[in-house]
């Protein structure tokens, strides 16, 4: 920190005011009032709020008033030792990332509404620690926008694979039943530019470790003749489904989560594990009532790799090493060679991806996007969470810095960690959760459920109408309306319905937010609409779910006639 002055001045009012290197941070005449004037014009309604600048505290105190939410206003001083040091609501900025993983907490689910608010003169004491705040507040907007479109893409094909994986998880081996089965180094290898120079290595010690394949790294590796022992597979696209057909696999075992592409899994022909990422809590518990499925829920992030990370620290108790996560641009390549998805990349492609340089692998600058910084974030919240007894080690040698990881040379590792011992790989013990037949009867009660949703649905949308020109709603309208709520939320209970709902309540919070000084026509106008919206939309996703788990009978149907 800073070399500073401090002087506390009395104010007329009986409240002291302070002044760093000769700048005040609050009013010499009335503090309170000038906090309360400040956040009368930057406070917004229902938004989250960072205060860069503590200093006796009268803004944050005034803010807290008005704010429904107190866990939505962040609060940081650079010079927190010295005007507030047992001050736990404030943040230190000795830390940017933990500042940066506040801030990325409290805007969870997709949320870009923030306020920044500079107290009086703190940009010009600490204008560069302003400055990394306003850069890192923009990333996590645009990180946040680039989770949100991701989600809106694929809200629809995950609700789908969730149901027709179920054909295959019901018969397949738990990911449980790999937990710290190993005490052996395991190397994750993701498809970056810099693991080509890595397979070399990788190929010589191949039979000492156990080999985590990243989704469509498995291409790379195969056409070195490196098989791994083990394929993550999240993605529930068809491009991901285009990086496992036809692969000659022969010993490899997939791990794919209920989001994976189904046909993936229903044309795999080797061994199968299968987990949950991590979902709503009711889903998760109906899975494990209704289906008894016991699948460990596997927590995940922006990219394959993150949930390769979280299994590889699940499966073993021995040291893990990371290659080829660049999450960069290395050598302007976008992936390794022979990774179907390799392009080299130019100024254009950049301008194109909004790409930023960000600090190396080695320290220098390299060239990213906001998707990769999204998958850096997902790395370090997961590796700050979920502790592990050995090293984990970043042995990428190129890309960006990924921070929490110890980064030493993959040879390093292999001489410090990698032993002459052949590591035997673990064969599953297949258990049978339910039959196919038992899983098409919860599927027919699902089915049943479905269409009571719908008719629900429709109830309130016609119940909406008659009340459409009004300015409040009728008696009559709110008691069916009420009536409607609770069967929705009891039949939801007996259905899989999730992902698919997921941009409806995101859209339904947000675009129908109470205003300041709202009068009541505009309030019956905006509940109308939000109601109006969520049902139509409901219906509408509603449908598309129960035609998903008719196919899925129609799978099993299939399968069972085999």
């Known amino acids: 920190m800073k070399d500073v002055t401090v002087n506390y001045i009395a104010t007329k009012t009986g409240l002291d005011t302070v002044e760093l290197n000769d700048y005040l941070l609050h009013s010499k005449y009335d503090p309170m009032k000038e906090a309360e004037r400040i956040v009368q014009k930057e406070h917004k309604k229902s938004y989250v709020h960072v205060l860069f600048g503590y200093g006796l505290g009268y803004i944050a105190d005034v803010l807290?008033?008005?704010?429904?939410?107190?866990?939505?206003?962040?609060?940081?001083?650079?010079?927190?030792?010295?005007?507030?040091?047992?001050?736990?609501?404030?943040?230190?900025?000795?830390?940017?990332?933990?500042?940066?993983?506040?801030?990325?907490?409290?805007?969870?689910?997709?949320?870009?509404?923030?306020?920044?608010?500079?107290?009086?003169?703190?940009?010009?004491?600490?204008?560069?620690?302003?400055?990394?705040?306003?850069?890192?507040?923009?990333?996590?907007?645009?990180?946040?926008?680039?989770?949100?479109?991701?989600?809106?893409?694929?809200?629809?094909?995950?609700q789908e694979n969730y149901i027709k994986n179920l054909g295959c998880a019901t018969q397949d081996v738990s990911l449980s039943e790999l937990y710290k089965v190993?005490?052996?180094?395991?190397?994750?290898?993701?498809?970056?530019?810099?693991?080509?120079?890595?397979?070399?290595?990788?190929?010589?010690?191949?039979?000492?470790?156990?080999?985590?394949?990243?989704?469509?790294?498995?291409?790379?590796?195969?056409?070195?003749?490196?098989?791994?022992?083990y394929v993550v597979s999240i993605d529930g696209s068809d491009a991901n489904y285009t990086h496992f057909k036809d692969l000659n696999l022969i010993d490899s075992t997939l791990?794919?989560?209920?989001?994976?592409?189904?046909?993936?899994q229903h044309e795999y022909t080797g061994e199968r594990y299968a987990f949950l990422p991590l979902i709503d809590k009711h889903i998760e518990h109906r899975l494990r009532t209704e289906y008894h499925l016991q699948l460990p829920v596997i927590e995940g992030g922006a990219s394959v790799a993150n949930s390769a990370l979280t299994i590889a620290k699940y499966i073993t108790s021995g040291p893990i090493a990371l290659i080829g996560q660049d999450l960069a641009y290395t050598n302007n390549l976008s992936h390794a060679t022979h990774n179907k998805f390799q392009k080299a990349v130019d100024n254009v492609f950049y301008e194109a991806q909004q790409?930023?340089?960000?600090?190396?692998?080695?320290?220098?600058?390299?060239?990213?996007?906001?998707?990769?910084?999204?998958?850096?974030?997902s790395f370090e919240t997961l590796h700050r969470r979920i502790k592990h007894s050995a090293p984990v080690f970043n042995c990428?040698?190129?890309?960006?810095?990924?921070?929490?990881?110890?980064?030493?040379?993959?040879?390093?590792?292999i001489n410090e960690y990698v032993s002459k011992d052949e590591v035997q790989k673990v064969k599953p013990l297949k258990k049978e959760y339910i039959t196919?037949?038992?899983?098409?009867?919860?599927?027919?009660?699902?089915?049943?459920?479905?269409?009571?949703?719908?008719?629900?649905?429709?109830?309130?949308?016609?119940?909406?109408?008659?009340?459409?020109?009004?300015?409040?709603?009728?008696?009559?309208?709110?008691?069916?309306?009420?009536?409607?709520?609770?069967?929705?939320?009891?039949?939801?209970?007996?259905?899989?319905?999730?992902?698919?709902?997921?941009?409806?309540?995101?859209?339904?919070?947000?675009?129908?937010?109470?205003?300041?000084?709202?009068t009541p026509k505009e309030r019956f106008d905006r509940t109308y609409?939000?109601?109006?919206?969520?049902?139509?939309?409901?219906l509408e996703a509603i449908k598309k779910t129960k035609i998903f788990t008719l196919e899925a009978v129609e799978i099993i149907e299939n399968e069972k006639g085999e």
């Open 182 to 229: 190993y005490n052996c180094p395991v190397v994750i290898a993701s498809g970056g530019p810099s693991l080509t120079k890595q397979l070399p290595l990788l190929k010589k010690i191949r039979n000492q470790i156990i080999l985590i394949a990243s989704g469509s790294t498995i291409n790379s590796l195969l056409h070195e003749q490196i098989e791994p022992d």
């Open 255 to 264: 791990l794919y989560s209920l989001t994976s592409n189904y046909k993936i």
């Open 355 to 377: 790409a930023i340089e960000v600090e190396g692998y080695y320290g220098d600058k390299v060239m990213t996007d906001y998707p990769f910084l999204a998958m850096k974030e």
């Open 64 to 158: 807290k008033l008005k704010m429904k939410n107190k866990k939505e206003l962040i609060v940081i001083d650079p010079f927190k030792s010295i005007l507030c040091p047992d001050n736990d609501d404030v943040l230190d900025f000795e830390n940017i990332e933990l500042i940066r993983a506040k801030i990325w907490h409290t805007l969870r689910h997709d949320r870009r509404d923030i306020r920044i608010i500079c107290s009086p003169n703190y940009d010009k004491l600490a204008s560069e620690e302003y400055l990394l705040l306003l850069k890192s507040i923009k990333e996590i907007q645009y990180m946040n926008i680039v989770s949100e479109n991701t989600t809106r893409f694929a809200n629809e094909f995950w």
């Open 529 to 538: 609409n939000q109601n109006k919206v969520l049902y139509s939309r409901l």
């Open 436 to 518: 196919l037949a038992e899983l098409g009867n919860i599927f027919a009660k699902e089915i049943e459920a479905y269409e009571k949703l719908e008719k629900l649905c429709n109830e309130a949308i016609d119940v909406l109408k008659k009340d459409e020109n009004k300015v409040v709603f009728s008696n009559h309208t709110l008691k069916i309306l009420n009536k409607v709520d609770k069967k929705i939320k009891e039949h939801s209970k007996e259905v899989l319905l999730y992902d698919i709902i997921t941009p409806i309540t995101m859209d339904v919070m947000r675009y129908f937010k109470e205003k300041e000084n709202e």
């Open 396 to 413: 990428t040698e190129g890309g960006l810095k990924i921070q929490y990881f110890d980064q030493i040379t993959f040879t390093q590792f």
